[in-house]
């Protein structure tokens, strides 16, 4: 009896230890879709399609229990002569663990660009402010929202995305303007304004009180300028320090096309370089008065300045940029990687999501891809592709039929990285599987 005792007793005690094992975060099976959701990966990564069919589902962030929460943009409205639809900031959660979302729900109204956990709320852009919630990840609804910053100066660029470092809130404020021209139809040959009063409002980073209640845009501080719209801000978590990869400004092809005669077609379509900017206080990247040329390697005086794509006259004492991606490939969200389950090469840098862009005409639409951009500090290596074909050449259906822009990114609590799609609506989940 007692030896029957002992090997059931030894049997549940194995079963235990191999529960305990098969629980672990380590030895999960990783969720992959047999096509890996229609993406073309590393060796070694899968996909599954998390959620679909969501309302411009752009930047996200991941609760410590593991929920996602997404900000989605407005649908309708204004020009396009369709009914106005609020866009929704969603709640995703995956309880048993097979990659996808098993419920979707809608907190609040939201305007897609911005969004952040921190200081025990949960913040995010609607309309033309910024508001927080008091948030416990796995609450059951939202409480009152407090309005931190608003009435932001509508027109131009409006995305108003934001990072939170500890009591610090630091905002994007884009550019109204390409170059800051008098003529806000682009037309060909338009000087720009000497000296851009722009630059007083717009076109840079700027700090607000992440406490504070009531605050107007005149209330921030400019931290940083010429960035003429930093919609991929994000925060480097080992020194807590401000990056972004930057959309640069159209215009460098011949006229009609583009605003100044001097270079052809293929040269506006790979020029400027989309910047990889380190943010320090007070930081000047150059714009409206320079550009990255990738011919020249530096920063070079812009047309609407007297510029023929050599001159620098107007760029000395301009930040140089970490790094610069081809021209329109439109940079929307980066992110430094901080897990433990991808490869180690992938802890030293950061993923970039790519929208794609319409101005790259003689040459293929790229973007719609996400990169990765290997950092030691700040010198950057040269870039690789991470994940791909959301999108067939020059933005057409992909494999699935439809268009995929990435516009946001996200880690998850297994190492795992989110990206969401604001065209199609589709939230992909990437994960390493390695040679299992």
Request: net charge neutral.
């Amino acid at each position: 009896m007692r030896l029957t005792l002992s090997i059931m007793a030894v049997a549940m005690a194995t079963a235990a230890t191999a529960a305990t094992v098969a629980a672990s975060p380590q030895q999960k099976a990783v969720p992959c879709a047999v096509d890996n959701a229609g993406l073309t990966l590393p060796a070694g990564f899968c996909a599954t399609v998390f959620a679909d069919s969501l309302q411009g589902p752009r930047h996200m962030v991941v609760a410590p229990n593991g929920e996602l929460l997404v900000g989605g943009s407005p649908r309708g409205g204004g020009r396009s002569n369709m009914p106005l639809v609020p866009g929704s900031l969603y709640r995703l959660r995956d309880a048993n663990g097979d990659g996808k979302a098993d419920a979707v729900e809608k907190l609040a109204q939201a305007s897609g660009s911005g969004i952040a956990l921190a200081n025990g709320y949960l913040y995010h852009t609607i309309g033309r402010a910024i508001v927080r919630y008091k948030y416990m990840p796995g609450q059951a609804a939202l409480g009152q929202a407090d309005t931190i910053v608003s009435d932001f100066v509508p027109g131009g660029h409006a995305a108003y995305n934001f990072v939170v470092v500890g009591a610090a809130l630091y905002m994007n404020v884009g550019s109204r303007t390409n170059a800051c021209e008098n003529s806000e139809q682009r037309a060909p040959q338009t000087p720009g304004v000497d000296p851009c009063v722009e630059l007083e409002t717009r076109a840079g980073i700027w700090a607000f009180d992440a406490h504070k209640i009531g605050q107007r845009p005149g209330d921030g501080t400019r931290f940083a300028t010429g960035i003429r719209n930093a919609v991929a801000l994000t925060v480097d978590p080992r020194d807590q320090s401000l990056w972004a990869t930057m959309h640069g400004r159209d215009g460098l092809q011949p006229p009609p096309a583009g605003l100044w005669p001097g270079h052809d077609n293929a040269y506006g379509a790979e020029n400027p370089g989309e910047q990889v900017n380190h943010i320090l206080k007070g930081d000047d990247f150059g714009w409206p008065y320079c550009y990255w040329s990738h011919e020249e390697k530096k920063l070079v005086t812009a047309p609407e300045y007297g510029g023929d794509g050599k001159k620098t006259d107007r760029c000395g004492g301009k930040k140089l940029p970490a790094y610069a991606f081809p021209g329109h490939w439109g940079p929307n969200d980066m992110m430094f990687y901080t897990g433990s389950t991808f490869p180690a090469e992938y802890r030293n840098g950061a993923f970039v999501a790519f929208h794609g862009s319409w101005n790259r005409a003689p040459l293929p639409n790229m973007g719609y891809r996400v990169a990765f951009l290997p950092l030691n500090g700040q010198k950057a290596s040269t870039h690789r592709d991470f994940a791909t074909e959301f999108a067939a050449p020059n933005g057409l259906p992909g494999k699935d039929g439809r268009i995929h822009r990435p516009t946001g990114l996200a880690q998850g609590t297994d190492g795992s990285i989110y990206v969401a799609d604001d065209l199609a609506g589709t939230i992909y989940k990437i994960s390493y599987k390695g040679n299992r």
